[in-house]
């Protein structure tokens, strides 16, 4: 018997096999074994299964194989062992857990894809989270009588922050086609909005009231507003801020007080400035965790190329691609000019308010598929003395309050409508301007679905030339993954489009029920791809056919080994070129939504300092400030 075949147990392969048990390295060995004839001290091969299963040398590793770069001639000859399925469901039944040792298996998903990914997610826009209960914080631990109970309440917390960042991952893998979609719609209406603004003060047919708030509008229009009541507290306060200009500047009476008018522009482009200022810069939001995520794409490409043919490195490769989607949403939800945390408003327009009424009303402030949410959940956490804040409460602690990802394109547009129902007549053109155009549409929709698809179809090619050649369960994952969220998508663009105000109740509850469907299957999708990839049940004999061989899988070929020819084959013409083309895709991504950002950062910052400036006051200010301003006496 050959060298490597003595290790094999006596039993049979499949007895005594449970979740997990399965080896297949020893399930290779078995194969061998059995096509092994030895009669009269000699060994002879039954006829090969597979035509390449023909070169068997004693010395030859054949079932752990090891690339060996000492080859000159570049070949690499190691054997294939092929069975057929019926044979390694019988006898190799289960799948094979990750293995501790096998670092690439289940450490390379997690430390270099899955840890980063956390963190982006935490910096995508939310609204909602899982509130730590105060309680694990009441212990007084200057009194050694409550210091035992310390460990248990540590655990407790970690277990409950831990549980809504795994939440929220989810959330955001399953909605990124529309938090994308919805990204870039805000995108678009930023530059349209600032592109409006210098247009009109060029030719000096915008008011200086109207200005500001189209600049506050970029700043503060991801916040709520009321559909019902057409306002809100963020609304509200976004004109009482504006107000001293429209007064000073004469609008009714047609006089002018040069005095309180260039104190309220001063007061203006502070807020302004400040606002903006106050928002975390794109390095430290997404800069340094794409650093880190392209740190595991290299690091897997670099063990790729010493480990050619590896199977386990490639599949993790494909893994880490695959999630590129969360970097993704993170990378363009901070190019938006729009910052996350509505208490810098609240800080600026404090003293504005004198009332607590939007504070303190629960209404209904979305329509679609998280209308419960907006229900159960009162405006103001503060307030909120119910045992639900325990378990769920709002992220931020204000009077105002971001919507979420997937619906701050629809909440920047609602502002844009209401300031045009407000100042209709004295803004020229704006709400045309703001109207989605079918190049709109071209450049929104393609460059979420870019953002969107590029990922898992490289992930899909990844997983689709990692023999045997085809479309397996890893390549279905991801391919089912990226059908759902097209849908989402399509939904979303139904949504955005305005459409969905024209439908009655029996066409929304479609709408809703369309997409839970998606989020309820893409959720199935995302979390058990994942956990059967770092778990390692996808290494099974099912899994090593294509699906279209599994109608007669019984006759179908299974290969057992790794790390032979067709593998290193695969692995120098596809495996290294798709994880490098999707490092590339991930670093210039990055750098163009930094760019943009910085572009448009730049943009905002000039037209608010020609807030108040002569040659553009247009109505607001004569150019001769003598004239314009009434004799004291």
């Not at 989810?170 to 919805?182: E, I, N, W, Y």
């Amino acid at each position: 018997m050959l060298w490597f075949l003595s290790a094999l147990p006596l039993l049979p392969v499949a007895a005594g096999i449970g979740p997990g048990k399965q080896d297949f390295v020893q399930c290779c060995r078995s194969a061998v074994q059995d096509s092994i004839d030895q009669t009269n001290s000699s060994t002879s091969y039954i006829p090969s299964i597979h035509p390449r299963q023909i070169y068997l040398n004693p010395s030859t590793q054949i079932c752990d194989a090891k690339y060996n770069r000492s080859d000159e001639r570049g070949q690499y000859n190691a054997p294939e062992v092929w069975v057929p399925y019926s044979w390694c469901s019988q006898n190799c039944p289960g799948w094979q857990l990750s293995q501790p040792h096998r670092s690439n298996q289940w450490l390379v998903p997690l430390v270099g894809f899955i840890i980063p990914a956390v963190v982006f997610c935490l910096t995508v826009p939310r609204r909602y989270k899982l509130s730590v209960p105060d309680t694990l914080f009441r212990v007084d631990l200057t009194k050694i009588s409550q210091i035992p109970m310390v460990p248990f309440l540590m655990v407790a917390a970690v277990f409950w922050v831990i549980l809504d960042t795994l939440i929220w991952l989810a959330v955001v893998f399953v909605f990124a086609g529309p938090m994308l979609l919805s990204g870039f719609y805000e995108g678009r209406l930023d530059r349209r909005l600032l592109t409006y603004v210098e247009q009109q003060m060029n030719a000096d047919r915008l008011k200086l009231h109207i200005r500001a708030q189209i600049l506050f509008t970029v700043l503060v229009g991801n916040l709520q507003l009321d559909p019902l009541t057409g306002g809100g507290a963020a609304w509200k306060d976004v004109q009482g801020m504006v107000a001293d200009l429209e007064t000073s500047s004469g609008t009714e009476t047609g006089s002018q007080d040069r005095s309180r008018l260039k104190t309220a522009i001063a007061v203006t482009r502070n807020r302004l400035k400040s606002m903006l200022a106050c928002q975390y810069s794109f390095g430290s939001t997404v800069g340094a965790p794409v650093i880190f995520y392209t740190g595991g794409f290299i690091y897997t490409v670099v063990e790729l190329s010493h480990e050619l043919g590896d199977t386990d490195t490639s599949n993790a490769l494909a893994f880490g691609i695959w999630w590129m989607a969360i970097p993704h949403v993170a990378i363009i939800g901070a190019c938006l000019l729009a910052g996350n945390n509505p208490n810098t408003l609240e800080g600026i327009a404090s003293y504005i308010s004198d009332d607590d009424d939007d504070a303190t009303t629960s209404k209904p402030t979305t329509t679609g598929w998280f209308r419960f949410m907006e229900k159960t959940t009162p405006r103001n956490e503060f307030i909120d003395k119910s045992p639900r804040r325990d378990r769920y409460g709002l992220v931020y602690q204000s009077r105002y309050q971001p919507v979420s990802m997937w619906h701050r394109g629809k909440s920047k547009q609602q502002w844009v409508n209401m300031l045009c129902d407000r100042e209709r007549g004295k803004v020229n053109r704006l709400e045309e301007e703001c109207r989605m155009r079918a190049t709109d549409w071209i450049t929104v929709v393609g460059g979420a679905m870019t953002l969107c698809f590029v990922p898992p179809a490289l992930a899909l090619l990844q997983n689709y030339y990692t023999p045997v050649v085809g479309i397996g369960c890893r390549a279905t994952t991801v391919l089912l993954y990226m059908i759902f969220q097209f849908l989402l998508i399509l939904l979303w663009i139904w949504d955005l489009s305005g459409v969905q105000k024209k439908m009655n109740v029996v066409g929304i509850s479609i709408w809703e029920l369309l997409v839970g469907f998606c989020a309820v299957a893409t959720t199935f999708i995302t979390v058990g791809g994942t956990m059967m990839q770092v778990m390692g049940v996808y290494r099974n004999c099912l899994c090593k056919l294509n699906i279209q061989d599994w109608i007669r899988k019984g006759d179908q070929k299974v290969l057992l080994t790794n790390r032979n020819q067709v593998h290193v084959h695969y692995a120098r013409h596809t495996w290294l070129p798709l994880g490098i083309a999707a490092t590339a895709f991930l670093c210039a991504v990055a750098y163009v939504a930094w760019w943009y950002q910085r572009h448009l950062r730049l943009n905002f910052q000039e037209l608010v300092d020609q807030l108040g400036k002569k040659n553009n006051e247009g109505d607001d200010m004569q150019l001769n400030w003598t004239n314009s301003i009434p004799s004291r006496s």
